[in-house]
């Protein structure tokens, strides 16, 4: 079974300064997504980014961007230029392809970090 | 809005009470998801459904569980007989189809409390 870690349960930072947030994941499966999606108090999930396992290249969306090492299994969540409004808990995402036998496509979830925005 | 709706927002509840949630998806979605999200952790997939197929109920923690859908519309978590331990956020996501980059939206859940 795949699982996700996140192992840093809170991170500050300074707004306008840059925030990693780290995410490791465990799988035998050699093709997959990774999400990072944000939680803020409203409880809304947001989707911030999101990951091909067999892309090499590492996705990014505007402030956003991932550091995504497949050997490893290490997927980081690297926030540039913080703001007050990226305060929330996020959380990394494993969802196996349809392919593979037994997959519904459903979401697996880290426990989540919970980021702070320091003005 | 056209975004996944949910209702109610929260719910209180007596232990042994029986719960209905509700969960509106977006128009057009065919796959449709429940989570749980219990304090402080990640969400755990519960059931999931995908047009007229039967649904996958493997996440589904008990018997007191249980889930329906009418046609790729409104789908309904039934909790029987609460227990304390069911209290958590139930969110409910749909998305386009089942593959990975169909991307699934969320609503924004229904808190439950069981007293």
């Known amino acids: 079974a795949q699982t996700v870690t996140q192992s840093q349960p809170e991170m500050s930072v300074q707004e306008a300064e840059t925030v990693t947030l780290s995410c490791t994941y465990d799988t035998s499966e050699s093709d997959y997504y990774l999400f990072w999606y944000k939680q803020p108090p409203s409880r809304q999930m947001i989707l911030v980014i999101r990951q091909e396992a067999y892309k090499q290249q590492n996705a990014t969306e505007n402030r956003f961007s991932v550091n995504f090492q497949k050997a490893a299994k290490s997927f980081s969540l690297k926030i540039s230029d913080s703001q007050l409004g990226d305060a929330a808990m996020y959380f990394c995402a494993y969802r196996r392809l349809m392919n593979y036998g037994g997959s519904q496509g459903n979401l697996i979830f880290g426990k989540g970090t919970k980021l702070s925005v320091k003005p | 809005g056209a975004g996944v709706s949910q209702s109610p927002s929260n719910k209180v509840t007596e232990k042994g009470k029986d719960v209905e949630l509700r969960c509106d998806p977006i128009s057009g979605h065919t796959a449709l998801y429940w989570y749980r999200q219990r304090l402080g952790q990640g969400l755990e997939f519960l059931i999931y459904?995908?047009?007229?197929?039967?649904?996958?109920k493997s996440g589904l923690p008990s018997d007191r569980f249980s889930a329906e859908r009418t046609g790729e519309s409104v789908s309904t978590l039934t909790i029987q007989r609460t227990q304390q331990e069911d209290s958590a956020v139930y969110l409910c996501a749909s998305s386009l189809g089942v593959l990975a980059v169909n991307e699934q939206f969320f609503g924004p859940g229904t808190r439950l409390t069981v007293l």
């Open positions: 459904f995908q047009g007229n197929s039967a649904p996958d």
